[in-house]
């Protein structure tokens, strides 16, 4: 496995326990605009945006683009 492909897969586990996470806290709470709520959706959100960035970032460009 190449050195991003593992930087990717490590991101996508950590990604999904920040998502379980924001699920399981957001039911113990009676607002979603709890601040608590808000700090674990805003890293989420952080760490899917850097996980599109990387990802876009080693794509292989289109066919006849360099």
Avoid: C
């Avoid at 808000?38 to 289109?62: F, V």
Wanted: charge should be negative; charged fraction near 30%; aromatic fraction near 4%.
């Amino acid at each position: 496995m190449s050195e991003i492909n593992k930087l990717l897969a490590d991101m996508m586990k950590e990604i999904e326990q920040l998502r379980v996470g924001l699920n399981a806290l957001s039911e113990n709470k009676t607002s979603l605009v709890d601040p608590e709520v808000i700090k674990a959706s805003k890293k989420l959100d952080d760490a899917l945006n850097e996980y599109a960035r990387l990802s876009s970032k080693w794509q292989e460009p289109p066919t006849g683009q360099v």
